[in-house]
């Protein structure tokens, strides 16, 4: 584990099960990391469960940003995960109390939230969720898996990018292989999008010596054989996803020595974001956490934003974004 304080915003409201499990994920995540430091956005009454089950010598590490009018369900009728805590959490780093943000609530609310308070990189029309996959040969970010539903072809090569200079910056792949997933890896492979996404991706510049290598099949996103990034729609991306974690379970687990979070890092904005499964349980949360001081520790969003700015620079990216 990387040294160094970091501070976490987490949504106490976020999830299926929240906010018992995200009560247990914090309790986890503490346990774990002790330059840790947590700030709980929530009613105070569901921060008081987590700092009871705390020492005296950790409570100090845990503060509470409270959002008094987050109503349950069960006193409203409404739907029971008001989007306040999340948008407050974003405020919250923007106001530097905290360094990332971590929710397991509607990843609609989530991006909204992040889009609106952070803002949008240059260029970068659609954030992206990248998930990282423990392949038999190393990690595999997969993107999207489900920022956005969108496939234009200009959108699958800005994720290209995105995930590009994430595999160099999170995953430390010096030369990331970038492949667009697809039915077959046979040119004109694949519905309308991915054969009009295969030749853009094919001219499109990709940031520190990454390399598109064209199309590949779901079976390389668990082998890691052929690339380290493998670019869909959010849509095909989180089918994906779910189903090789399904895989995962039913086989006792992902590869020796995978260690890959149960959460994705939303890509494309001016801050750190993590978002968790909707239907996460508590080591999820905790692995979430560990993901948000990950990429807080390793500067990854300036780290991004530098590679970004420097294709942009020397006009190595093209502007597909207005034109497909």
């Known amino acids: 584990m990387e040294p160094g304080t970091v501070r976490i915003a987490v949504d106490l409201l976020g999830g299926d099960d929240a906010p018992a499990v995200v009560v247990d994920g914090a309790l986890r995540a503490l346990g774990a ?8 956005v929530g009613p105070p009454e569901v921060a008081d469960g987590l700092l009871a089950a705390l020492s005296a010598a950790d409570r100090g590490r845990v503060a509470l940003c409270p959002v008094p009018d987050a109503a349950t369900a069960a006193d409203t009728g409404t739907p029971r995960r008001p989007t306040g805590p ?18 397991a609530g509607p990843t609609g609310d989530t991006v909204t939230a992040a889009v609106l308070g952070f803002g949008r990189w240059p260029g970068v029309r659609r954030p992206a969720l990248v998930a990282t996959l423990p392949a038999l040969t190393g990690p595999v970010a997969l993107l999207d898996v489900g920022g956005s539903l969108e496939a234009r072809p200009a959108t699958l090569a800005r994720h290209a990018v995105l995930g590009a200079a ?3 910056v ?59 990034v493998v670019v869909t729609d959010g849509f095909t ?88």
Not at 86 to 103: E, I, N, P, Q, Y
């Open 33 to 40: 990391d002790p330059d840790l430091r947590l700030l709980l």
């Open 86 to 103: 999340v948008r407050v959490a974003v405020s919250a780093v923007l106001d530097g109390a905290a360094d990332a943000v971590v929710s």
């Open 166 to 168: 994430y595999s160099v």
């Open 170 to 228: 999170a995953h430390g792949v010096s030369r990331p292989r970038v492949g667009l997933l697809s039915i077959g890896t046979e040119p004109g492979k694949g519905d309308r999008a991915r054969r009009a996404a295969d030749p853009v991706l094919a001219e499109q510049m990709l940031p520190a010596d990454a390399r598109y290598v064209g199309l590949v099949e779901g079976y390389d996103v668990a082998t890691g054989d052929r690339a380290d």
């Open 237 to 324: 991306g989180n089918v994906l996803l779910k189903g090789i974690e399904g895989a995962y379970a039913m086989a006792g687990g992902p590869p020796a020595g995978g260690g890959a979070p149960r959460a994705a890092a939303l890509l494309g904005v001016a801050g750190a974001v993590v978002v968790c499964h909707g239907a996460a349980r508590d080591d999820d949360v905790a692995s979430g956490i560990a993901l948000a001081a990950h990429l807080h520790r390793r500067r990854a969003i300036a780290a991004l934003a530098a590679l970004l700015a420097e294709l942009n620079g020397s006009n190595r990216i093209t502007d597909t974004e207005v034109t497909a």
